[in-house]
């Protein structure tokens, strides 16, 4: 059958991200959708964001396009140009390979829920999170100047 059940499929907010990057995240809680729907050509994510908390560190992909669906709340959507309003129904996309550093804040006092969606060579992206000393790849993390983070991306 194809509608998921929620409950059923674990959440977590682990993070692979390297302290003190980790720390925006922490009221980030997601379930991978994708590997229970037996998907193998397309990442997809239910995410919940409690109130203060970030979905990722302002970043772009090479390789992967990504596509966010606002189901509940509120966020403020932080990219180059600047911030704008995210509602339920609202649908954001980013192009494989558009340097658009992009992430969204809970700046409401209650949770905000969005599917989040990514296609492309997942084994070969890359990109980049402009406001920090951090780009990833296939192996995790480093910083721009290539020395490596201990730690290891969750996929």
Not at 95 to 112: K, T
Request: charged fraction near 25%; charge should be negative; aromatic fraction near 8%.
């Amino acid at each position: 059958m194809p509608k998921l059940d929620l409950d059923a499929i674990p959440q977590t907010n682990a993070t692979g991200y390297p302290a003190p990057f980790d720390a925006d995240v922490a009221g980030r809680w997601y379930r991978r959708l994708a590997p229970v729907a037996g998907l193998t050509r397309m990442g997809a994510s239910h995410v919940v964001l409690k109130p203060g908390a970030y979905s990722s560190q302002r970043h772009w992909h090479r390789l992967e396009d990504e596509l966010l669906v606002m189901i509940a709340g509120e966020a403020i959507l932080i990219e180059n140009e600047g911030e704008a309003i995210v509602r339920p129904g609202d649908v954001l996309a980013w192009a494989a390979g558009v340097e658009n550093g992009h992430r969204l804040h809970n700046r409401s006092d209650a949770d905000c829920i969005f599917v989040a969606v990514s296609a492309g060579d997942k084994d070969r992206d890359s990109g980049e999170y402009p406001d920090i000393d951090m780009v990833f790849d296939p192996d995790g993390y480093a910083r721009k100047d290539g020395t490596r983070y201990p730690t290891k991306r969750i996929p």
